[in-house]
């Protein structure tokens, strides 16, 4: 595990998920898309370099790495205010010749789209269907997080356990009731600027092929 410095200047820096999506044979440095939080991406770039080869979204384009879902060979991309399309069409040209699909997906009442859904098993999302739009996610298996938890739609998925906010406990059952094993944790001080469980990591195997 590598921890970054803190960097006080840059108060969203902790966000760290927002900067970068890494996949297995390569990461791309994003362009957030509030001009404030575009310096956090230097001292990730410097610390993924050593992994993988680099990409690095460029103007006019804008990416959030919170707005990016990878599912296996699909990477659905949330179209917010921060992620816009000609952000999505520089993934597209550097994914799809290698063997990706990139699918945008719009959003409704979230900021980002992993607000929305991640995934939970390899097949497998958790979704808030008032958030997102299902028919992005043909062909996926789907639970829905109880109504009464709308916030309860970001998991974080490291090998075969979900890292999962402490206070959506009927969302949590829904997952367990499916097979999905569960660790809880306390994130409501995260919540009070909608972070997560994702939003503080970027999660990767250390060789190539990993992701």
Known sequence: MTSLPPEPALPDS???????????ELAVITRPGAASRRSETESVAA???PWRPLFHVVPPGTVDGGDVLVAGRRIFVGRSL???EAGCGQ???????????VVAVALHGCLHLKSAVTAVADDLL??????????????MRIIEVDPAEPHAANALRIG??????AAFERTRHRLERAGIGTVTVDVSELAKAEGAVTCCSLVFEAGPGGG
């Open 91 to 101: 993934l597209r040209d550097w994914l799809v010749p290698r063997g990706y699909a």
């Open 126 to 139: 958790l979704v808030n269907p008032a958030w997102v739009d299902g028919p992005a996610f043909a062909g």
């Open 47 to 49: 610390a993924l370099a």
């Open 160 to 165: 075969d356990k979900v890292v999962f906010p």
């Open 14 to 24: 902790v966000f760290v998920e927002d900067t970068a999506i890494v996949l297995g």
């Open 82 to 84: 921060r992620s816009d």
